[in-house]
């Protein structure tokens, strides 16, 4: 590989008016091919005319203001749930808004509340009878007459959003004074469409200069519900992947005419809950899922004809408005985007962009952004803040899934001054760049070696989800550390739906099954384990020699005398406290090798401590002396493996992403598969190192994912000898063999 390859191209870098000097000069440093505006910044002729490609922010659902004001009934809306209220006589006065950011939401009084909103008697379950309630518009209230005293009452209720969520965050995080408020239109109005549609092809014409039209993204944004006091609840609930920004009297009745029934407003509100990713989804929720996901593709293929009809590529960021973009969906391609760009924190949001369906460009944007404070309000680029760290820490992270998974591009978004009195960040991210570049080169050459057998990891809501909970590394949630732990690992991954093993069992080439997660959620199942067909097809294939690996509360779905539906391929079950007076087996624990109260046995080999458990279960207990116990916790066992058949099991208690967690994590892949013959191949013996080896370029890449230098060793497959390796703090390796 020349240096000019490694030194140009492959980066977006953002560009700011007034700083043109800085501008050029980073382009240079970085060796940007393109410059991009951002979110508050402009480009200038200077920046223009310098010979780079442009991408030109475009966020078409805020673009045509001050429209929006003047018609607010076309402006996107939602259900909410009111505050929970108690009644103290029989009559009972709510203010729906109540506890609610009034920056962001007014009362959508203009559609019929009797038609649309719901009054519901949470005590009993039961919806109130709409002649029981009444609505004052002017004072922005509902009394419900024939209250029981004692009984909670709730009002689910439509709101428009007068501010959309992302000006609103970038306003309040980035001080923008005055600046106006920017509100979003609802693109499945046909005023709308005809405004949105005018507007783009003016914007074309007086943007010559640009190459790529970054959309962001869409039409509708993830969920975010601000609350009215910043500082103690900011957040009344957000999620990344639910629909219930896109709904409006108008998308409820093109769908009851499309799918023969009708939605009501607890088909979104879910009595508070909403429809939250970690929540396994309705049959009802994914028909609207589907039914959103068909118009944004409809009128968003229109508007990304338009923009290559002008000469122009068409790029959408998945982070923002991507709801019913759905890049892991397989009608993705029907879009005919040219680019997707996903934001990164880490390695599992590297692995979603590239899982993205399709021939297109991926580019990631990288963190820190290029803002005074992070998205916790924690300094970057202000007093306190050390962004080239923070640089550092979500690189070395994201490295190891770029390690396993080709990417087309990166690049930064933001303020370009603010990185002006950092020149050691300036540095730094030159050598990401050409870091990036070399990975990028090795993929072009062909897929980096993985393991000769396929694992899959099983949730209620499968490929659709693959890659993420929802939205952002969330500490404590298993799965999220599963996945991270996983994006960096030389093994195949499919994500796996429960009705998908349900309708056709598990697909050919799957050597093990993780299920990991809380009972309930989606990631665990839930009551999609009600379907006895996916627990027999799951017993089957394990007693036929498949591997199991159960996190958590894997397979949990209550019934008398078990919690796990797996229980008996586990060897590991929980009691609720409903089985207090049963008696539980007294195990005795493998003996302990090196690391006391830690049992000698393949996948723990690697270990110097007990395991890191994450979230811990409690109740634990095994059900026979087949299952042999690792790690207790006391009595209860906190580690486990089983024969089932002849097939293996683990259980562990929790899981929490520490190298030396990712190395059980892989031992246990490999063993559950019948493959620990084969580990030595391609692994290294540092549990906080990691290795890629791609055949075609002959070359091994080693990458030290520790602040501190380390030293390991690599076995090669066949006869060749094994590498020993010194890397520095963060460092990365090229060998040649």
Known sequence: MSQSSLTYG??????????????????????????RDSDGTQLSPEILDSGKAIYSTLCLVRSVQPWAREHQNQLQQNFLMSLPKIAARKTLTITPLEGYYDEQFVLNVSDNPKRWWQVFDRTTGQEVPKRHWSVNTKRGTVTIAEAVP???????????RIWEEISMYNHLTNNWGDREHLAAVDPMQPAVQKVILRFLDGWLDEHAATT?????????????????????LRDRYTDWGDYAMTVSPRALKLFEKRYGYALTSEDFVQGGRYNSTHNPPTARYRDYMDFIHDFVISFGRECIAKIQAAGKKAYVFYDDHWVGVEPSSERFPEFGFDGLIKCVFNAFEVRLCAHAKGNCARELRLHPYLFPTGLKGEPTFAPGGNPTLDAKNFWIDARR???????????????????????????YIAGVAQEFRRLKALHAGGKPWTAPFKVGVLTAW????????????????????????LSGLPVDVEFLSLADIAENGVPRGIKTIINCGAAGTAWSGGEHWADPAVE???????????????????SALAQPGRTFRLAALLGVDQDTGDRLANGKYKFTPVAAGEVDGLGQHFITSDCTQVP?????????????GDTAVLAARGSEPTLTVRAAGKGRSMY????????????????ALYWTSGYEAKWSDWNTSNVRTECAWFPQAKQLIVINNDGEPQTTTVKPTGARKAVTVDLEAHGIAVLDL
């Open 401 to 427: 899934g770029i390690l396993r998974a080709p990417i087309d591009r990166i690049g930064l978004g933001g303020y370009l001054s603010l990185v002006e009195p950092f020149p050691d960040f300036q540095d």
């Open 10 to 35: 492959d980066f977006t870098l953002p560009g700011e008016a007034g700083y043109e000097k800085l501008t050029l000069e980073l382009a240079e440093k970085w060796g940007a091919d393109t410059i």
């Open 612 to 624: 890191v458990e994450g979230a811990q279960v409690h109740g634990l207990h095994v059900l026979d």
């Open 462 to 485: 499968g490929d659709l989800r693959a890659w993420t909970c929802s939205g952002h590394f969330i500490k404590g949630v298993e799965l999220y550390d599963v996945i991270e732990a």
């Open 150 to 160: 004692g009984h909670t009452y709730t009002v689910n209720f439509l709101a428009f």
């Open 652 to 667: 562990a208690a929790g899981f929490s992403f520490t190298p030396e967690n990712t190395r059980l994590l892989h031992r």
């Open 536 to 554: 027999a097809n799951l017993t089957a294939w394990v007693q036929r020699g498949g591997g199991l690996i159960g996190i958590g509360q894997p």
């Open 212 to 232: 790529v039209v970054r959309l962001t993204s869409m039409f509708y944004n993830f969920s975010w519900f601000w609350g009215s006091d910043h500082k103690t």
